[in-house]
């Protein structure tokens, strides 16, 4: 079975403008979260899908938002782009809305420039 | 605030040698808890968890590690590194029966020596 996918891989913008980044999680899982991992930190949650609704939301500004698909797959999309949004964004996958364990896709590597 | 702790930033091992990563957590109840590790560029990849039972947990890669409650810690062994290793190393927890969010340390850069 595939694995969590994302979609693209790398990304290059430039301040003010939006992003839109895709994930498709492993086949039967319902619910997608979402991760920004910044140089040199660990992950920091931004949103938790599930059965197309929000679940959790973390500590982020409303530039950023999200959605999930009658298929299960999820977009991130980020507003008026600012230098510090550079990160890799993290796509995890389970099969509950508190599943026991996720399984992270390879990332987004996004530089704001 | 729950909150995971990663008190090294950076390990170098020789090859052969036993490796313990430290992680401490703040909750009040028991968390679930995880070790992920991360190669260059790449995405997370589960070595463990532990959720109940057994305090001791077998993880992929020959790593273990060990719940301690009284010291609120679940540190990451291996009794012997080998090269492949190399790469950086999170700790996360979560709260039981509560959604996915999962909280990660800052993380530990291993390297490996030959």
């Known amino acids: 079975d595939a694995g969590v996918t994302q979609s693209p891989t790398h990304l290059i913008k430039t301040r003010g403008q939006q992003v839109t980044l895709r994930c498709s999680p492993i086949?039967?899982?319902?619910?997608v979260s979402w991760y920004q991992q910044v140089l040199g930190q660990g992950p920091q949650f931004i949103f938790q899908?599930?059965?197309?609704?929000?679940?959790g939301r973390g500590n982020f500004p409303d530039r950023f938002s999200a959605r999930q698909f009658p298929n299960y797959s999820s977009e991130l999309n980020v507003n008026a782009l600012l230098l510090g949004d550079s990160a890799l964004y993290l796509c995890?996958?389970?099969?509950?809305?508190?599943?026991?364990?996720?399984?992270f896709g390879p990332g987004t590597r996004l530089l704001v420039l | 605030a729950q909150s995971v702790t990663q008190p090294d930033i950076h390990i170098t091992v020789s090859e052969g040698a036993s490796l313990e990563l430290r992680c401490n957590y703040s909750y009040g109840a028991t968390p679930y808890l995880f070790w992920y590790v991360q190669s260059p560029g790449q995405g997370l990849q589960l070595l463990l968890k532990?959720?109940?039972?057994?305090?001791l947990v077998q993880g992929i890669k020959g790593f273990e590690a060990e719940f301690k409650r009284s010291q609120s810690s679940f540190n990451l062994r291996k009794p012997s590194v080998h090269w492949s290793d190399a790469a950086e190393y999170f700790c996360?927890?979560?709260?039981?029966?509560?959604?996915?969010?999962?909280?990660f340390g800052t993380g530990t850069l291993l390297a490996v020596q030959p």
């Open positions: 996360a927890s979560r709260r039981s029966g509560a959604t996915n969010k999962l909280i």
């Open positions: 532990y959720f109940s039972g057994d305090t």
């Open positions: 899908y599930y059965e197309k609704e929000e679940r």
């Open positions: 086949s039967g899982h319902k619910s």
């Open positions: 995890a996958s389970s099969q509950l809305e508190a599943g026991e364990t996720q399984y």
